[in-house]
């Protein structure tokens, strides 16, 4: 089955950085397009950036533009994503997310002084 496992989140300074992790398994990672997502507090769920499946095509939110790089390595199937400028609107949970849906558990970022 379709297992995602997300990593790397925490405690951050406003202006800090994360590099999230996700580890994906039960499927064949190379063949498809991933994203990030991220719920706030008290919101609903919000795309933040996708990456094709051999890694060379990317888009951003424009929230995160500029700030956030996603990346893959298809050899590890794992998903990265680059997070540089953190700002307190970006305290979210942060989860991997498939086409079709599936999700992982998530990894909480907290953006505070």
């Known amino acids: 089955q379709v297992q995602l496992v997300e990593s790397g989140g925490g405690l951050v300074q406003p202006g800090g950085s994360l590099r999230l992790s996700c580890l994906a398994s039960?499927?064949?990672?190379?063949?498809?397009?991933m994203s990030w997502v991220r719920q706030a507090p008290g919101k609903g769920l919000e795309w933040v950036s996708t990456?094709?499946?051999?890694?060379?095509?990317?888009n951003y939110a424009n929230s995160v533009k500029g700030r956030f790089t996603i990346s893959r390595d298809n050899a590890k199937n794992t998903l990265y994503l680059q997070m540089n400028s953190l700002k307190p609107g970006d305290t979210a949970v942060y989860y991997c997310?498939?086409?079709?849906?599936?999700r992982g558990q998530g990894t909480q970022v907290t953006v505070s002084s």
């Open positions: 997310s498939k086409p079709g849906g599936d």
């Open positions: 039960g499927f064949t990672f190379s063949s498809f397009d």
């Open positions: 990456i094709n499946d051999a890694g060379d095509g990317v």
